[in-house]
């Protein structure tokens, strides 16, 4: 138990330089958001109770840090999480794919108004929620190829 | 039987805590700041101090050089969204600090930002000329001609109603024009950098790029 802390810390740390990282330094129109690819990872590796509460957690730290209304990101996070629990994929492309879908509710909702509607206009909205969706992707597969080739080197040293 | 529903429970309980912190941060706008539990070193960031100082004295530099911004009040930005091409911005200061619905907002540089859409006690929204709502009426400074500055495209906003036959080109200084109730005349908003002529159109499509609405906003001028 206190191994897979020791281990959601670190990767929590890692997850929050990167996307520090990206928001202050890296000039692009939109920025992949990390904590939501990891978020989705954690839940499609079985952690689906650790990746609700974590989404809480996440989503009112990324407000802080991209100067948002904070809890703004964490109900939004919070419901892609949930609704990522019913998809059960362990191959590679459906991940990504799921990634795409989750990260492109994800743009659309946290660009959305209740009073007001969206906030940029439909070309625009389309276009950077589908590059944002797309950085998701690429990010989430990069990981789960990493991820995977560890996992296989692991299991054939022990079968030495 | 609870733990069947663990799930759900962990999602309801995430939703009320999210809702919690979001009707907080509205408290905070309200201007009920609580700041309890922090320790003096927590409290104090003296480097973040010693910026927001040197943005605040560059802010009243110039505004003892201008008078009509004599009437301007000083507000500092509470959050932005989205961080990139900001939308929506809130300031802390509202109507007891007389502030008004559709103000006009200036960057400490006096470039347009946008106007005021909402006032609250000690807080209010700002919507930028990135909005989809948002509509400005414009006059190129080169070419005196008047269009309407159409919000909602990223990273540029659209002039729009100006004449095929225009002589507007790249690097053409783009103001307000005083014409609508909401802006004084002749404040900054960007520079052309698009001009494309479209044949079935007897207007241009120009792209503007606002030099306001960048993500190192921190302090905003709102006055009239």
């Known amino acids: 138990m206190n191994r897979k802390l020791i281990r959601l810390s670190e990767q929590f740390l890692i997850m929050s330089g990167l996307q520090v990282f990206v928001l202050n330094y890296v000039k692009t129109s939109v920025v992949p958001s990390f904590f939501l690819v990891w978020l989705l990872i954690l839940t499609w590796e079985g952690n689906r109770e650790i990746a609700l509460v974590l989404a809480v957690v996440t989503g009112l730290f990324y407000d802080v840090i991209s100067r948002g209304v904070p809890g703004v990101s964490g109900v939004i996070f919070l419901v892609v999480v949930y609704a990522s629990c019913f998809l059960k994929t362990n191959s590679i492309p459906g991940r990504v794919a799921g990634a795409f879908g989750f990260s492109l509710f994800y743009f659309l909702a946290f660009m959305f108004e209740r009073d007001r509607g969206f906030l940029w206009g439909t070309p625009a909205l389309f276009k950077y929620s589908l590059l944002f969706a797309l950085y998701n992707a690429l990010i989430l597969l990069a990981i789960e190829l990493g991820m995977r080739k560890l996992r296989w080197k692991k299991k054939e040293y022990l079968s030495i | ?224």
């Open chain 2, 1 to 224: 039987m609870l733990w069947r529903f663990r799930r759900e429970i962990l999602f309801v309980f995430g939703l009320y805590l999210c809702f919690l912190a979001i009707n907080r941060g509205r408290v905070r706008e309200r201007g009920f700041r609580q700041d309890e539990g922090y320790s003096e070193e927590q409290k104090i960031n003296y480097e973040d101090l010693i910026a927001e100082n040197k943005r605040l004295r560059e802010i009243l530099d110039i505004k003892a050089d201008r008078n009509y911004l004599k009437r301007f009040a000083v507000a500092e930005v509470i959050s932005i969204k989205p961080f990139v091409f900001p939308a929506e911005l809130i300031i802390d200061k509202g109507d007891r600090d007389g502030l008004k619905e559709n103000m006009a907002v200036l960057s400490k540089d006096l470039f347009l930002i946008g106007r005021i859409s909402l006032t609250r006690e000690t807080s209010s929204t700002v919507v930028t000329v990135f909005n989809s709502k948002s509509r400005v009426s414009v006059v190129v400074e080169n070419t005196r001609e008047i269009g309407v500055l159409v919000g909602g495209g990223v990273p540029y906003v659209s002039l729009k109603y100006i004449p095929a036959d225009s002589a507007v080109q790249k690097g053409d200084k783009v103001l307000t024009s005083g014409y609508s109730d909401f802006y004084p005349r002749g404040i900054e908003i960007g520079e052309v950098v698009k001009v494309e002529k479209d044949p079935d159109s007897l207007f241009l499509n120009v792209a503007v790029k606002p030099y306001g609405c960048f993500t190192g906003i921190y302090e905003v001028l709102a006055g009239e």
